[in-house]
């Protein structure tokens, strides 16, 4: 079954940085371009990036491109989106996606 | 970006009844493969997204055929056939041959 479970969202300040992780399982993981979706608490959803199965290649939305890097670790099927600077238009929740399969989410409220 | 106008924001329908939701693009969504990449995504309540259908009309494995997927270029529409309340919920349109973007979603409610 596949399975994809993010964690570390929070309550961060503003101008803070922030790690997600998303860790996958039921599917070879280094086969997959995998992606970063978030959706505001108006449930707008956002895509903001996307990477090759080998890690080589990146896409970035463009208004979030110099804040937010994705990468991963294939040799433990997990995915990471690292946010810096983060302002309160942030604040969402956070999903990974293989783009058929996607995780529960995790919540990230950024407030003083 | 490319805008992705989905219409209506809401609908309100009877169990049995069948409904359609409109995707239009601010650009063609035919890629240089000749594929379109126009996904439905039903976002259940309390539930994270799920894919329903790809490339505008492939239904994903386990999704009833009384859902269905039309559409090119630029207009595209998701049709349920003989709603059932486990189709409550979100959809939301996501267009992937350019940077992908997604409709502001429609909220299927029972009347």
């Known amino acids: 079954e596949v399975q994809l479970v993010e964690s570390g969202g929070g309550l961060v300040q503003p101008g803070a940085s922030l790690k997600l992780s998303c860790v996958a399982s039921?599917?070879?993981?280094?086969?997959?371009?995998m992606s970063w979706v978030r959706q505001t608490p108006g449930k707008t959803m956002e895509w903001i990036g996307d990477?090759?199965?080998?890690?080589?290649?990146?896409n970035y939305a463009p208004s979030l491109k110099n804040r937010f890097t994705i990468s991963r670790d294939n040799a433990k099927s997990t995915l990471y989106l690292q946010m810096s600077n983060v302002r309160s238009e942030d604040t969402a929740t956070y999903y990974c996606?293989?783009?058929?399969?996607w995780g529960q989410g995790v919540m990230v409220t950024v407030s003083s | 970006d490319v805008v992705m106008t989905q219409t209506p924001p809401s609908l309100s329908v009877a169990i049995g009844q069948s409904v359609s939701i409109s995707c239009k693009s601010s650009?063609?969504?035919?890629?240089?493969?000749?594929?379109?990449?126009l996904n439905w995504l039903l976002q259940s309540p309390g539930r994270s997204p799920k894919r329903l259908i790809y490339?505008?009309?492939k239904l994903d494995s386990g999704v009833p055929d009384r859902f269905s997927g039309s559409g090119s270029e630029k207009d595209f529409t998701l049709k349920i056939s003989r709603v059932e309340a486990e189709d409550l919920g979100v959809y939301y349109c996501?267009?992937?041959?350019?940077?992908?973007?997604f409709g502001a979603g429609t909220k299927l409610e029972l009347k």
């Open positions: 039921g599917f070879t993981f280094s086969d997959y371009w």
């Open positions: 996606t293989r783009g058929d399969y």
């Open positions: 490339q505008v009309s």
């Open positions: 650009q063609s969504l035919v890629a240089s493969d000749k594929n379109t990449y």
């Open positions: 996501l267009q992937g041959t350019h940077l992908p973007t």
């Open positions: 990477i090759k199965y080998d890690g080589s290649y990146t």
